[in-house]
């Protein structure tokens, strides 16, 4: 995807959020995060949005310590306020990241084409994901991804997120996952072993296989979406499945 189309559904996916939040109550569960309320979740994505626009804006080298996180969030917000200083925090990173130049140079937390890709791509799917639990707070399922987005978000989580020698996801003995699409090119195949995880952009029969809409991966493999709902066709070691949704969270 282009950065361009990061920074869009950077800017659709927030917008959708802050509307969600402001027609549910703010004291409401996330289904999805269980020990949050809807008030959580919208405080730590305004926070990431603050911490994301002030890296890419002051172009920072290194990750800013705690007293310049403290700074840049500001006194949090009163829940009458919440929803409003959500919406200008997003505002202000869409802004940043639309203004940014091509050669932007700063610190990133994983290899990326470029900071500024990184920045985009990150934070679009930083918020997607949250936008769907704030939609589960709301008691609504809200809309879906697109394909193209949904593919490029499972992408990043696979081959970015799952793969750092630091991973929980391991097994006594070497298994695999194959992740295919079923409305695009999408094919992952994912080795789990007592070494840290591999994936390669490939299919070929595994362990388990996991088939569905690139909307419903996503949400699957982000444990977003409860196992054995049909949404996703499981063939093979559904263990490896349970291994992944206990193990495969993003602190």
Not at 94 to 117: G, M, R, Y
Request: proline share 7%; with cysteine; hydrophobic share 45%.
């Amino acid at each position: 995807m282009e950065i361009t189309a990061h920074i869009d559904a950077l800017r659709r996916e927030g917008t959708l959020l802050a509307d969600a939040a402001a027609r549910t109550d703010l004291t409401a569960a996330v289904p999805t995060c269980p020990e949050w309320q809807l008030r959580d979740l919208v405080l730590h994505t305004g926070r990431v949005h603050r911490w994301a626009a002030a890296t890419v804006r002051d172009g920072l080298p290194a990750p800013m310590d705690a007293e310049r996180h403290q700074a840049i969030w500001g006194e949090e917000p009163d829940d009458a306020d919440l929803v409003e200083w959500f919406r200008a925090g997003h505002a202000a990173l869409v802004d940043t990241l639309t203004a940014a130049p091509a050669d932007l140079d700063c610190w990133t937390f994983f290899p990326a084409p470029s900071p500024l890709a990184f920045w985009a791509r990150r934070q679009a799917h930083e918020t997607a994901v949250h936008r769907i639990d704030a939609d589960a707070a709301a008691g609504t399922e809200g809309p879906h991804a697109d394909p193209d987005f949904a593919q490029d978000g499972v992408d990043e989580l696979l081959g970015a997120f799952a793969i750092p020698a630091r991973s929980k996801v391991h097994s006594e003995r070497r298994r695999t996952i194959q992740i295919s699409a079923s409305d695009g090119p999408g094919r992952w195949l994912v080795t789990i072993g007592p070494e840290p995880l591999t994936v390669e952009r490939a299919e070929r029969p595994a362990d388990l296989t996991l088939t569905g809409p690139a909307r419903d991966l996503y949400l699957l493999l982000w444990n977003r979406l409860p196992a054995g709902t049909g949404r996703v066709a499981t063939a093979g070691d559904a263990a490896l499945l349970d291994l992944w949704r206990e193990t495969a969270v993003i602190g």
